[in-house]
């Protein structure tokens, strides 16, 4: 019923910024929490920064002062805005947004982004 796509991720040397986008699409009526999570390789999902519909921001520690969480709330979006980023930031970035459809309501993820902080 719903579908995230996000869209940003690549490969960037340490110090370097990118910008990840995650567009929502469906039998939307409306989109409450969104936010963005990462896994890195042999380690659980974690949360790095949500935000609710009213622009709310919620920040992982190690993130706080580097990232940047924005919506469009007009165009179904979340953004993050990843600066000063480190070797330990690498992993597979998912979007998250709790839906409201004509079903009721529920949780979707994106496919996810692979974001690579290497030299």
């Known amino acids: 019923q719903v579908q995230l796509v996000e869209s940003g991720g690549g490969l960037v040397q340490p110090g370097g910024s990118l910008r990840l986008s995650c567009a929502a699409s469906?039998?939307?009526?409306?989109?409450?929490?969104m936010g963005w999570y990462r896994q890195a390789p042999g380690k659980q999902r974690e949360l790095v920064a949500t935000?609710?519909?009213?622009?709310?921001?919620n920040y992982a520690d190690s993130v706080k002062g580097r990232f940047t969480i924005s919506r469009d709330n007009a165009k179904n979006t979340v953004y993050l805005q990843m600066n000063s980023l480190k070797p330990e930031d690498t992993a597979i970035y998912y979007c998250?947004?709790?839906?409201?459809?004509?079903?009721?309501?529920?949780?979707?993820w994106g496919q996810g982004t692979q974001v690579t902080v290497s030299s």
């Open positions: 469906g039998m939307i009526v409306s989109i409450y929490d």
């Open positions: 998250n947004a709790d839906v409201w459809v004509p079903t009721g309501t529920g949780t979707y």
């Open positions: 935000i609710t519909k009213g622009g709310s921001t």
